[in-house]
């Protein structure tokens, strides 16, 4: 192999990991013209983000000071723009739960009395009216947080005005009506097998018939508000503060231990960090971490990928210019959603952020970490990428911009990718790049 060909193939490398960080490009913010920038951030905090449908679904807004009804806006990754696709009637949308191909957001603060609270389903498969329904069907209910479905029946989770004990509700007719569980509120974790309903004071494992009670270390007061997703035979839960920067680790409960004297699992990696959310894309747990840089201007954020929560590979590091509040993946590209913080000097009245409400593109960069030559000329390379991310490996004998081949494509399983060029001997010189 002749020398131009290594200088060649080494300029490559080089050039890669000459940029550590991915740009994160600013895609717009639909929240901005009902919530001013010289306002309040706090409606405007991106607090949670979801993937369903093709879209990615967006929920804001504030329930401290009544800032709804709310609208429900989406994006398709189509240039800046945002779909305003619903509004529902309550203050604030928290969370977004998905079972079964439906989305699912509970009521958090109704803009309507306290009779009922609210419940809204989005099922594109239900014939006839496929999309949203709103359920206002929830008797006493002041504010749901954590919703479920489990072998074929409803679980919401309320507050009331006082009047009415707290509760955990059950429908057996998709939430045109319920009947009271438990007199608690609660968290929901939904296995295999079994529901975990994980209560203020008092934990069930509940397979639909009997409650069991049960006392698993969790190392977390509740998994109401927490970041939590299914992965393998488990849960990935952190519990952050969603509104400050402080340290929240991760942890890892099995499913078998949820029982009396289970324990939840550290993991080791996060001990320390803010993570910030957590997202579950097959068998591959994405986590996003945030540290603050300059106040209020920038924040660096780390998202990592892991397929069995001992190693941890960087997918993604980048800065924005705002709270790391949310994120979700959506063609090969990370979307991240910023947020407000607390400020001390200003009390719980206005909560800081001037990019709250912005979403963010980032496009995770592969690189290139090894290359070695065998004897007969051939090339093997190396590459650290982003797991269940598209992936094309190409060459060129003079980096003219026609002039590049297609060595491979592939969707990885894990983080590393390995590639050995049988043509390379044949080209006095040769160029790589990789993309996703």
Avoid at 111 to 137: M, Q
Avoid at 284 to 299: H, K, L
Avoid at 360 to 373: A, L
Avoid at 408 to 413: F, V
Wanted: aromatic share 14%; hydrophobic share 40%; with cysteine.
């Amino acid at each position: 192999m002749n020398k131009s060909f290594v200088a060649a193939v080494v300029a490559s490398l080089v050039s890669h990991f000459s940029s550590a960080e991915d740009a994160a490009v600013r895609i717009g913010n639909p929240l901005l013209a009902r919530y001013p920038a010289s306002g309040d951030a706090r409606p405007r905090s991106i607090w949670d983000m979801h993937y369903f449908n093709g879209r990615i679904y967006i929920g804001s807004g504030d329930y401290w000071s009544n800032s709804g009804p709310t609208d429900i806006w989406t994006y398709n990754g189509d240039g800046t723009n945002f779909l305003k696709e619903f509004t529902v009637d309550d203050e604030m949308v928290l969370d977004f739960f998905e079972f079964e191909n439906k989305l699912l957001i509970p009521g958090n603060d109704a803009t309507e009395d306290w009779s009922f609270e609210n419940l809204y389903i989005n099922d594109p498969n239900r014939v006839p009216n496929p999309g949203w329904t709103k359920l206002r069907t929830m008797p006493g209910g002041l504010h749901s947080f954590d919703v479920a479905l489990f072998k074929g029946r409803l679980y919401a989770s309320i507050t009331t005005d006082g009047s009415t004990p707290a509760s955990v509700l059950v429908s057996c007719d998709m939430g045109q009506t319920w009947a009271t569980l438990i007199s608690e509120y609660a968290a929901f974790v939904v296995f295999d097998d079994f529901m975990f309903i994980n209560g203020q004071t008092v934990s069930y494992k509940y397979e639909g018939t009997t409650l069991q009670t049960v006392t698993p270390n969790l190392f977390v007061y509740s998994l109401s508000w927490a970041r939590k997703a299914r992965f393998q035979d488990g849960v990935v839960y952190s519990h952050p503060t969603r509104y400050m920067l402080t340290t929240s680790p991760l942890y890892f409960l099995p499913a078998n231990q949820v029982t009396n004297g289970g324990v939840a699992t550290a993991i080791a990696k996060f001990a320390n960090d803010n993570v910030r959310d957590v997202v579950v894309r097959g068998k591959t747990c994405y986590v996003m971490t945030a540290t603050e840089i300059q106040q209020d201007a920038s924040y660096q954020a780390h998202i990592y990928s892991s397929s069995d929560l001992t190693n941890w590979p960087l997918a993604s590091e980048f800065t924005v210019p705002g709270i790391p509040l949310s994120f979700e993946i959506m063609s090969n590209k990370f979307y991240v959603g910023l947020g407000s913080r607390y400020d001390p000097a200003l009390g719980w009245d206005v909560l800081v952020g001037p990019e709250a409400g912005s979403l963010w593109q980032v496009t995770p960069t592969p690189r290139f970490v090894n290359i070695c030559r065998a004897i007969t000329g051939a090339v093997t390379l190396v590459i650290d990428a982003t797991p269940n991310f598209n992936l094309t490996l190409q060459a060129s004998p003079d980096l003219v911009l026609t002039n590049w081949t297609t060595l491979a494509k592939t969707n990885l399983a894990g983080s590393v990718y390995t590639f050995t060029d049988l043509t390379a001997s044949a080209a006095p010189t040769r160029f790589y790049r990789v993309f996703h």
